[in-house]
């Protein structure tokens, strides 16, 4: 039986736009390859799932898009952020809104974004088939004239694309929509991890896996030259460094690797100048002169960090407090603001939080994200190449593209 519109992807934008366009009357289906619907989706933000960015300016959302943002302008005039806030409470989800403006469902539960999407569906009555793994897409002239799955073809008036990029390959995510267009005749731009947590050379950060830091500051260089400084929150894993301000470096550093050796300098106290932190070592030590250094190592070290540093030093650690000679104890203020380490590269799309790439949205009506080439089908979310950062950008690209392409399918 043929229908309105086929979504094929059952992530955020193709549960969106599934949901919009059968609230429009429309009888649509959904296809997914998987078991279950929404797999990326319930694992978003460490399973918190950061929605959206609250930034009320609306110019200052959409330049985190980048070259995209005069692309995006139209759709997010039909769909913006403070629309993202209405339609969740609509589905009985508040958002909260926390550091970085980053906004949350109330519950912290990515479950039940995915539970909320999922009402929206089933109230204009979506057809949904899992493990429904689409072989082919065929195009005719300027239309799609239907689609194969497991040998069947299935026939639809509209058709929408919502398979998403490259990223945690491990829930789907393996680029088969841009396989799919690259043979329909569009333009696929090579994807790449972007934000993407760095692999670093020494031990000693990676013997701090699972310790987490919210006010350091990290300096890079290239051949010994200083060139980004930023402070924020880092996050050491058994491979390097993460966390939000590291995910969001990780495009630059990416250009850095291919000028030259890439290392990095930690300031474990970045609002603390060398004397200030010197008197502070001086005062921890003449409290505790007959202990030795590497038991009251803690007291001047950032939590978790202590035995990790003590490896760094090039002096025994077993030494009494009040044998450290001036030198050694500058070496340990000079380590407490300047940790060494190498950049080997980025960790690829299968710890990447997005990947950039995808179709060149010259090709896509921003209006109503429908390809120029054919004109009964939409692309969403993942499938378009748009650079955006960490911080809740890239499911709002979800909601927009998918509400955008629901509304006009």
Same mark, same amino acid.
């Given at each position: 039986m043929p229908y309105d519109l086929i979504v094929i992807g059952g992530g955020p934008a193709g549960m969106m736009a599934a949901g919009t366009a059968a609230s429009r009357g429309r009888k649509v289906l959904l296809l997914e390859k998987n078991k279950?619907?929404? $797999?990326?989706?319930?694992?978003?933000?460490? =399973?918190?799932?950061?929605?959206?960015?609250?930034?009320?300016?609306?110019?200052?959302?959409?330049?985190?898009?980048?070259? @995209?943002?005069?692309?995006?302008?139209?759709?997010?005039?039909?769909?913006?952020?403070?629309?993202?806030?209405?339609?969740?409470? !609509?589905?009985n989800l508040p958002l909260v809104v926390q550091a970085r403006k980053r906004a949350f469902p109330k519950t912290e539960? @990515?479950?039940?974004?995915?539970? #909320?999407?999922?009402?929206?569906?089933?109230?204009?009555?979506?057809?949904?088939?899992?493990?429904?793994?689409?072989?082919?897409?065929?195009?005719?002239?300027?239309?799609?004239?239907?689609?194969?799955? !497991?040998?069947? $073809?299935?026939? #639809?008036?509209?058709?929408?694309?919502?398979?998403? =990029?490259?990223? %945690?390959?491990?829930?789907?995510?393996?680029?088969? =929509?841009?396989?799919?267009? #690259?043979?329909? =005749? %569009?333009?696929?731009?090579?994807?790449?991890?972007?934000?993407?947590?760095?692999?670093?050379?020494?031990?000693?950060?990676?013997?701090? #896996?699972?310790?987490?830091?919210?006010?350091?500051?990290?300096?890079?260089?290239?051949?010994?030259k200083s060139v980004i400084k930023k402070k924020g929150k880092i996050l050491f894993t058994h491979f390097g460094f993460s966390g939000p301000m590291i995910l969001n470096l990780a495009a630059q550093v990416s250009d850095l690797l291919h000028a030259g050796v890439v290392t990095a300098e930690i300031d474990a106290y970045p609002d603390t100048n060398l004397g200030v932190l010197d008197k502070k070592v001086i005062k921890v030590f003449n409290a505790n002169k007959n202990k030795t250094l590497k038991n009251i190592f803690s007291e001047i070290t950032p939590d978790g960090m202590s035995e990790a540093l003590l490896a760094l030093l090039t002096f025994d650690s077993d030494i009494k407090v009040n044998s450290v000679t001036k030198e050694q104890r500058q070496e340990i203020i000079n380590l407490l603001k300047a940790m060494p380490a190498t950049i080997t590269g980025l960790m690829g799309t299968d710890r990447a939080v997005i990947t950039d790439g995808g179709i060149d949205i010259k090709e896509v009506d921003g209006k109503t994200m429908r390809s120029r080439l054919y004109n009964n089908l939409y692309l969403t979310g993942d499938l378009l190449h748009i650079s955006r950062p960490s911080g809740g950008y890239s499911l709002q690209l979800c909601w927009t593209t998918g509400f955008v392409a629901g509304s006009h399918a």
């Open positions: 279950h619907l929404g $797999e990326k989706l319930k694992i978003s933000g460490g =399973g918190r799932c950061n929605i959206t960015n609250a930034e009320e300016s609306e110019s200052l959302l959409l330049s985190n898009y980048g070259k @995209a943002r005069r692309f995006l302008y139209s759709s997010f005039s039909q769909f913006g952020m403070r629309d993202t806030f209405i339609f969740f409470e !609509k589905q539960k @990515a479950l039940d974004v995915f539970k #909320a999407l999922e009402r929206y569906m089933k109230q204009g009555g979506v057809e949904v088939r899992s493990q429904a793994s689409v072989q082919a897409i065929v195009g005719s002239g300027k239309k799609i004239s239907h689609i194969l799955v !497991k040998g069947h $073809e299935l026939t #639809a008036s509209s058709y929408i694309l919502a398979t998403g =990029g490259k990223s %945690h390959p491990e829930t789907g995510s393996t680029g088969d =929509g841009f396989a799919w267009l #690259a043979k329909l =005749g %569009h333009t696929v731009i090579d994807s790449t991890p972007t934000i993407v947590p760095l692999a670093v050379q020494e031990p000693w950060v990676k013997s701090l #896996a699972g310790v987490s830091l919210s006010a350091m500051k990290i300096t890079l260089f290239v051949d010994g």
